[in-house]
């Protein structure tokens, strides 16, 4: 017991450091440029740290520590009997120093490097019940999916360096602010790694997949960090590619088609647990889309108040199976009574998540759909077309509905009805309620100081509220989505080409360079091995101690030396 709380403690200490440092840049209204002009050509790659907060990186530091430190506390009731306890806590403070190295620096190189060890620490984390076949392949699938795409932003990061000569963020953008280069090329290539790293389509499935992987780590991997990085990556070098046209309206229709089926998907789901992934894949979309209007600051609230209340949520889904043994729908229902507080902590977080006022989710979603009728009605610095805003603005809308009915399907299967039969709830610790308690609080302190506006909230509102009704009676159906469209059943098949295609290619591929490592590498040291033995077995069978036949070989060397020498006389 003391074991496990000592790794909460260093949780905890780390915490309490990055709050030392990031609670006064809080307040930090812009930063000066004074001190980061570029060099005219690129210098050699460095680590040095070069840390630097800005208002929304410091943000985003405190949400991953602050839900690591409940993730850490939760995880002492949830796995601490687990017999690979230890490392799996270490690798949660990795993940987190981590996280804080790609939001805490200005070196790109360093920034790199942590998004790097963000991608090995979710493997071990979602691998950590390796023994199953489920969370081998999700963790395969994350990794190798997410590294295929970090190639972009090793790509991006020698194009800025070569187009502005630094590979200093806030040096890139003063150079940049005096004659933007290359916007295109770079916000191109940053996209490739955000849709990856954030699971945007059509890099989305792997999100999903990773369920296997223990639920206190699934909060984190949605709620504080690894997808986080994505969005946050997008925000933090808008800058550099805001002039483009090209990036703008791609990212706008990957976040409009990833909106609206990551939406539609979590719909139909019979799992609490991949219904919530999808919502996060979703809810992803709608901070990019925040940043394709030109509003990345918008995007970045959000995306802290979303990391509370899918937190809550996540955290709550592992209290339900831990009461019930599995997140399956099926096997829920009627839970209000036998659990109260995450019964109502979780409706907290189902609330914000539908965007209901006065949650968190409610105002900054509020903020994200205003965006979007700004750069529609031309009135922000957006690049994006009017065209492509409108559009935007209307699957976001749509999208809206449909998580406001997801979430009220998913409360209501369940929380309400008859309990199911049989259902032997275990009672869940104070260690894992309290981080549920204290999330519930964030979600509505984080409303605190949020600016409404009117139009939109109205809209939303009755958004919200109409999408609840139709949840509500989508729940009264059942936990069997045989309403649904099998396509929707079926995720639309978007996983085939991972899961089918790409395997059936790798696996001809595969024996193509076993056939050629055979039959033509391996020949040269397969004939040099043969030789040896030969050479071996005739040395061997000299070597056969029977006194006449050495004698009767000394004399016939003798004679053949004889012979040579008379010849060469």
Known sequence: ????????????????????????????????????????????????????????????????????????????????????YRSYALVIILFLLAMIAVVGTTNLWVLLVGWEVMGVCSYLLIGHEWETPAARAGAAKAFLVTRVADLGLVMAIIVIGETYGTYDIIGAQVAESENPRNATAIGLLVLVAVIGKSAQFPLQSWLPDAMPGPTPITALIHAATMVAAGVYLAARLFQLYSDSTVVLTTMAVIAAITMLLGALFALVQTDLKRALAWSTVSQLALMLSAVAAADPEVGLDHLVAHGVFKALLFLGCGCLMHAVGTSALSAMGGLRRP???????????????????????????????????????????????????????????????????????LWALVFLGPPVERLDT??????????????????????????????????????????????????????????????????????????????VSASAVARTVVDLDRDAVDVYPRGGASAVQAVSRGLGRAQSRNVQRYATVLAAGALVLVVVAVMVR
């Open 1 to 84: 017991m003391i074991r496990r709380w000592a790794y909460v403690g260093l949780t905890a200490v780390l915490a309490v450091v990055v709050a030392v440092w990031a609670v006064p840049d809080l307040g930090r209204d812009g930063f000066a440029f004074a001190g980061f002009a570029p060099d005219a050509s690129p210098p050699l790659p460095s680590l040095s740290p070069d840390l630097f907060l800005w208002f929304g990186s410091a943000e985003i530091v405190l949400l991953a520590v602050g839900v690591g430190l409940l993730v850490q506390i939760y995880s002492t009731a949830y796995l601490g009997h687990h017999p690979r």
């Open 339 to 409: 659990m109260p507080v995450t019964f109502w902590t979780m409706t907290i977080g189902f609330a914000a998540l539908a965007g209901l006022v006065p949650t968190a989710g409610f105002f900054t979603k509020d903020s994200v759909l205003d965006a979007i009728v700004r750069s529609a009605n031309g009135d922000s610095m957006s690049n994006l077309a009017v065209g492509t805003a409108w559009g935007l603005l209307v699957v976001a809308l749509l999208t809206s509905v449909v998580t406001a009915a997801y979430a009220a399907r």
């Open 426 to 503: 275990h009672r869940t610790p104070l260690a894992m309620s309290g981080p549920l308690v204290v999330l519930a609080v964030g979600t509505f302190a984080l409303s605190i100081g949020q600016t409404v506006h009117l139009g939109v909230a109205a809209i939303s509102t009755v958004i919200a509220v109409a999408g609840t009704g139709v949840g509500l009676e989508v729940a009264r159906r059942g936990v069997s989505p045989r309403w649904a469209a099998p396509v929707l059943a079926a995720e639309a098949g978007l996983d085939r080409p991972f899961s089918r295609w790409l395997p």
